[in-house]
């Protein structure tokens, strides 16, 4: 009986789609045998404004994969991200219900069950539903079963989203040919592959910094207690520099790679740097501080935008795993010390874990890998998948024909 | 006491869930790279189902050739009939075995059933037995030993119309084909047997007469010891004679046109011949007149009666 099986792990960023092919075995070992991309169109910050174009893009990326990894995905985990993404915090709250305080399953399911009734409005969708650390009369507690108590309370951070957006992200997997089994935050995603268990334990907040958005993601306890989204990423930084320095995007992006830099340095106010510098007529000579400046400011920006929309989880004592930074933009030297002095955190930039092949472990890839490594780890959607296998695909795959 | 978990039903979040957007693989392709790869796996799809169905017809056709228990099948080559040779020691005519066997001409030797011809043939009365032979590549050899009549009785038909049949040395009863006239005129008559049809149902033979090969052994020796006397007998009766040798009172009857009555006991011809030779040879020496009667079934005697005078005793 085939106890393989083919993950498929998509992301739709704004900058680029990475499709990354895995091989999972026995439900134990993953082996990445493939890897898509395709530069970006049609998608702004993580939504697809134009579905043609994000179809041709995205179906390239997978074709491209499939073709490096030598088979065909037979599952598919789907990144997703946006500014329409929202998360709160319900809270569901029982008496428990035995004679002698002692906590049933029936308790426990019924504060799960409170948690989550929340209605959402018409257009949204929920995505994840994170379970939080259960409270018996007031104390944290893992497992609160034939524990004795009154009260038992558990949170739950839900997130959820456009149905608008959720669809037509589905909907361009679906005309691959393929359909979605699972769908993930990015950050959800980057934080599993990037935060060691002990981060998470210690809490830490994990930042991805994309080109059109910057996702986060905050442990504490071990488990996810915050998500968020904000719409700024790479991108901006170009844009501002184009606007800034009244240069096209091109010679912008391509400055930013060469002399960028999060942090301000006094000692370079007279520094100048040449736009194109390769001696091309009409070639000019910039400012590297006012290059700097420029970064400098929508970083901050950013690092405080972060700050603010986590409010007091943001604190040395309760994230003592400190900050961790991946995404493209986070190889912007200095960042990590930008962020430290916004956030007020140790910070760290991330590496891809070493069982993961060179070319693959830069911060870019860090979602993708996240969605793989999820696949992994969560077992009961993969045995329903494999139930859902019939036996004409399972002789195919024995023929070797998929 | 183990935990149980209830079956949860289904809860608002979950109504609400990315999940219950309904995934459809649409069928008009959406980009070129989508078409390529629905192409590709029908491509696949097509070949599979062709190799399966091929290695499934493989696996029937030795399966099936497994199934099938190999035969050595030797035949000679087989050639149409060019001639049928026909061979008796009696009368019957080659005429007479196209009427009663139909062979067509255009068959194969080996398609001819001989044994079928065999049966056929000594069915017929005439025939005592029957030889029916391939001769390869393409002559049938039919070889047929008949009957000799020894006697002919006269029968009526179902149309009460008389007619002669012939009597064999085994007792069969038949018509007799290809007999010149005066053979059959040599025929002494048989009288005294009531002629029974055969057993077989709807046969239109009679059964075969007993006694015939007594009667044939006198014939012979009466023919072999007294020819001349011997062409004088004009019937045999059996009235007193049904078969059985020591029977007592058994005789056999000839009614010959020199000497009237000869009466034979059924067994011990040569003394009964040699006796009746005696009374011929001395009544015809002495020319005494005809005889009318002669009773040779007497023990080691014969009794005589002339005509018109007393029988004499006569010892010897």
């Known amino acids: 009986m085939d106890q393989s099986q083919i993950v498929g792990a998509i992301e739709m960023g704004t900058s680029k789609v990475v499709v990354l092919v895995g091989e999972m075995i026995k439900g134990q070992n993953l082996n990445i045998i493939g890897i898509g991309q395709s530069s970006s169109k049609g998608i702004k910050k993580g939504e697809i404004v134009d579905f043609k174009s994000a179809s041709a893009c995205t179906h390239a990326a997978i074709m491209a994969a499939e073709k490096n990894a030598g088979t065909q995905i037979e599952i598919v985990s789907l990144a997703q991200t946006g500014r329409h993404l929202k998360g709160f915090l319900n809270m569901g709250s029982v008496r428990v219900t035995d004679s002698e305080n002692l906590v049933s399953q029936a308790d426990i399911d019924r504060s799960i069950s409170e948690a989550k009734s929340k209605q959402l409005p018409g257009n949204r969708l929920y995505i994840h539903h994170i379970q939080n650390s259960f409270f018996l009369d007031g104390h944290p507690v893992s497992d609160p079963f034939k524990m004795r108590g009154e009260r038992l309370e558990v949170g739950y951070w839900h997130v959820h989203g456009e149905e608008r957006n959720i669809s037509d992200a589905i909907h361009v997997v679906n005309g691959f040919g393929l359909n979605v089994q699972d769908m993930i935050l990015s950050s959800i995603a980057s934080g599993c592959i990037v935060a060691s268990e002990t981060e998470k334990e210690n809490g830490a907040i994990v930042i991805d910094i994309g080109s059109g958005v910057t996702d986060y993601v905050v442990y504490r306890g071990g488990y996810i207690v915050r998500t968020g989204v904000i719409p700024v990423g790479g991108d901006h930084l170009t844009n501002d520099l184009s606007l800034g320095l009244r240069i096209d995007c091109k010679h912008a992006e391509k400055l930013k790679h060469k002399f960028g830099k999060a942090l301000l340095d006094h000692g370079e106010k007279s520094d100048k740097i040449w736009l194109i510098g390769d001696l091309t007529i009409g070639d000019r000579m910039i400012k590297r501080r006012a290059l700097h400046q420029i970064i400098n400011a929508r970083v901050e920006e950013l690092f405080s935008m972060i700050r603010q929309q986590v409010g007091e989880l943001l604190n040395p004592k309760d994230l003592a795993g400190g900050a961790i930074l991946t995404g493209g933009t986070s190889r912007l030297p200095e960042i990590d010390a930008l962020a430290a002095n916004v956030l007020g955190l140790e910070t760290r930039l991330v590496e891809n874990p070493s069982w993961v092949r060179e070319d693959l472990r830069g911060p870019e890839y860090s979602t993708a890998l996240g969605l793989l490594y999820y696949a992994l780890t969560n077992p009961e959607k993969n045995k329903v998948s494999r139930k859902q296998r019939g036996i004409f695909k399972r002789v195919l795959s024995a023929l070797r024909f998929r | 006491m183990p935990r149980q978990r209830k079956k949860k039903s289904k809860s608002k979040s979950e109504e609400r869930s990315w999940r219950t957007v309904l995934q459809t693989q649409s069928r008009k392709v959406v980009t070129p790279a989508a078409k390529k790869r629905r192409l590709k796996r029908f491509t696949k799809a097509v070949a599979s189902i062709f190799c399966s169905a091929l290695a499934l017809g493989i696996v029937a056709v030795v399966m099936y050739c497994l199934s099938v228990k190999p035969q050595i099948g030797w035949r000679p080559p087989s050639n149409l009939i060019r001639q049928i040779l026909f061979q008796t020691d009696g009368t019957l005519k080659r005429h007479w075995l196209r009427e009663v066997v139909d062979i067509p001409k255009n068959r194969r030797i080996l398609d ?122 004009r019937l045999v009766s059996c009235k007193d004679f049904d078969g059985r040798r020591e029977f007592p009172g058994a005789v056999i009857e000839i009614h010959s046109l020199i000497a009237g009555k000869v009466l034979f006991f059924p067994s011990d011809f040569d003394e009964q011949l040699n006796r009746l030779q005696y009374v011929l040879e001395y009544t015809e020496q002495n020319r005494m007149q005809n005889i009318e009667y002669v009773d040779l079934s007497l023990n080691g005697q014969a009794a005589l009666k002339y005509a018109k005078t007393a029988a004499v005793e006569h010892s010897r």
Request: proline residues 4%; without cysteine.
């Open chain 2, 112 to 233: 001819v059933d001989i044994q079928q011809i065999k049966q056929r043939l000594e069915q017929e009365g005439q025939v005592r037995s029957a030889t029916v032979e391939r001769l390869f590549p393409n002559i049938l050899k039919v070889s047929v030993q008949e009957n000799v009549p020894i006697l002919k009785v006269v029968v009526l038909d179902e149309n009460k119309r008389r007619r002669q049949l012939l009597v064999a040395k085994d007792g069969t009863v038949y018509a007799g084909q290809g007999y010149s006239q005066a053979t059959l005129k040599q025929l002494p008559y048989l009288h005294g047997v009531r002629l029974k049809r055969a057993a077989a149902e709807n046969s239109k033979a009679f059964a075969p007469v007993a006694g015939m090969e007594v009667v044939a052994e006198l014939l012979e020796k009466a023919r072999a010891r007294l020819p001349e006397f011997y062409t004088t007998w």
